[in-house]
């Protein structure tokens, strides 16, 4: 079974400290993928990475940076917290497909991380 | 742009009834088309894909999807629902990258 694993479920932290947010797959993938999740707006996509040191940004961006060292790992970095970012955050993988970076047939998910800025 | 609506927020029904959950999406070219299940507190899982050939999709639990290219639809459906499936249900579309829909709360009642 494909696993993604997202290094904390629950995490606290306080306005304008730089948090870490980190996700390992197990499968090989070449897509990884940043979502946060809101109440009635569904997941809406961060940053994308479709290779080693490559990132793309996704609808959301601002007040995000990403990082991708190695191929298994994909860090979500909050440079200065602030309380819009409490949310839940959630990061998937997929094998590449087709032509285009990002693009894949399905995507598998993390637990989830319930980031909560105070 | 592709994008996804979910025309019902919230679908209270009772267990052993059947449900049906609607998917929309707007795409000027060919999609993909996914629904996850997101239970309390977990990660999202996929229910069913369509990529491609037959437009009827059988998935996981029981559910079942059509695509229907012409309403732009892809609507969830399951004959006779149990407690265990309540949960958060998401339709998403993957053109380039994948997009979600606001989500669609199942809540099966005794």
């Known amino acids: 079974d494909v696993k993604v694993t997202q290094s904390s479920r629950y995490l606290v932290k306080r306005t304008g400290e730089k948090v870490f947010l980190e996700c390992v797959q197990d499968?090989?993938?070449?897509?990884m993928f940043w979502y946060r999740q809101d109440p009635g707006l569904g997941l809406r996509l961060i940053y994308f990475?479709?290779?080693?040191?490559?990132?793309e940004k996704g609808d959301i961006p601002e007040g995000y940076s990403v990082s991708r060292e190695k191929k298994e790992r994909f860090s979500l970095i909050l440079e200065s917290a602030s309380t819009n970012q409490t949310s839940m955050y959630l990061c998937?993988?997929?094998?590449?497909?087709?032509?285009?970076?990002?693009?894949?047939?399905?995507?598998?998910f993390g637990q989830g991380t319930r980031l909560t800025v105070v | 742009a592709q994008s996804v609506t979910q025309l019902d927020s919230q679908v209270p029904v009772f267990e052993e009834a059947p449900v049906e959950l609607r998917c929309n999406y707007s795409?000027?070219?060919?999609?993909?088309l996914f629904w996850y299940v997101q239970y309390p507190n977990q990660g999202l899982q996929l229910l069913l894909k369509y990529l491609s050939g037959s437009t009827l999709v059988k998935g996981i639990n029981g559910f079942e999807a059509e695509f229907n290219k012409s309403q732009t639809s892809f609507h969830l459906r399951k004959p006779s629902v149990h407690i265990s499936d309540t949960a958060e249900y998401f339709c998403a579309v993957s053109v380039l990258l994948r997009r979600f829909g606001a989500g669609t709360r199942l809540t099966v009642k005794p």
């Open positions: 990475s479709y290779d080693v040191k490559m990132k």
């Open positions: 998937a993988s997929s094998f590449f497909f087709g032509a285009i970076p990002g693009s894949g047939p399905e995507a598998f």
């Open positions: 499968m090989d993938h070449e897509n």
């Open positions: 795409s000027s070219v060919s999609v993909y």
